[in-house]
């Protein structure tokens, strides 16, 4: 079975940095688009930057832009974001999610892991 597993979360101050993994298991990791999605306390769904199945094409969302990085090592089947600059606003539970193809702009999300909760407090 498709098994999606981030670790790395954690406290951190603002201005300080994180970095989330996620590792894929269940499926040929290579082929397919991921993702990472956040929800914070009472919100709704936020996504946050995608990567296409080589890592060759990313994309973040202005919120996040020129702070976070999102990569992939698909030897190891592992997704990355490396997280900087974090604000308080990142507070969040983040989700490592699949995609149904190779692009996150051309498929539809399949399957997400449980999230690692990120606080970013003074």
């Known amino acids: 079975e498709v098994q999606l597993v981030e670790s790395g979360g954690g406290l951190v101050q603002p201005g300080g940095s994180l970095r989330l993994s996620c590792t894929a298991s269940?499926?040929?990791?290579?082929?397919?688009?991921m993702s990472w999605v956040r929800q914070a306390q009472g919100k709704g769904l936020e996504w946050v930057s995608g990567i296409n199945n080589s890592g060759e094409s990313t994309t973040s969302a202005d919120s996040v832009k020129g702070r976070f990085t999102i990569s992939r090592d698909n030897t190891k089947n592992t997704l990355f974001l490396e997280m900087n600059s974090l604000k308080p606003e990142d507070t969040a539970v983040y989700y490592c999610?699949?995609?149904?193809?190779?692009?996150?702009?051309?498929?539809?999300?399949?399957?997400w892991g449980q999230g690692a909760q990120v606080t970013v407090s003074s």
């Open positions: 269940g499926f040929t990791f290579r082929a397919y688009a």
């Open positions: 999610v699949k995609y149904s193809g190779t692009y996150y702009k051309t498929s539809l999300t399949d399957y």
